[in-house]
């Protein structure tokens, strides 16, 4: 037997274990994205204007370099909280395999 194709990438792990506890702001404890509070917001009927400053967004990740000869790259994901207006990122961590 011959496997084809696995369900999840080593890099996919590597980037979970990276962003463990990045979902839940470090200073006030906020756990739902700020696409979470749309939803809830759109489905209640209810036009609130707080619903877009609240949750947690990804801001995306930016990149580090190690090494001189043998350069290996990393990403950083950075988050921030809109409830409380704090910034973090992750483990630094080997996006492809």
């Not at 809830?40 to 000869?69: A, C, Q, W």
């Not at 994901?77 to 630094?92: G, N, R």
């Amino acid at each position: 037997m011959k496997i084809t194709k696995y369900g999840i990438s080593e890099a996919e792990i590597r980037r979970a274990k990276a962003n463990a506890g990045c979902d839940v702001c470090p200073r006030c404890g906020e756990n739902k994205s700020d696409v979470d509070y749309v939803i809830e917001s759109m489905e209640s009927g209810k036009d609130t204007p707080r619903m877009f400053n609240k949750g947690i967004l990804h801001l995306g990740y930016y990149t580090k370099y190690k090494g001189v000869f043998r350069t290996t790259i990393y990403h950083v994901d950075q988050y921030k909280c809109l409830s409380c207006d704090t910034e973090w990122e992750s483990e630094p961590y080997e996006p492809y395999d």
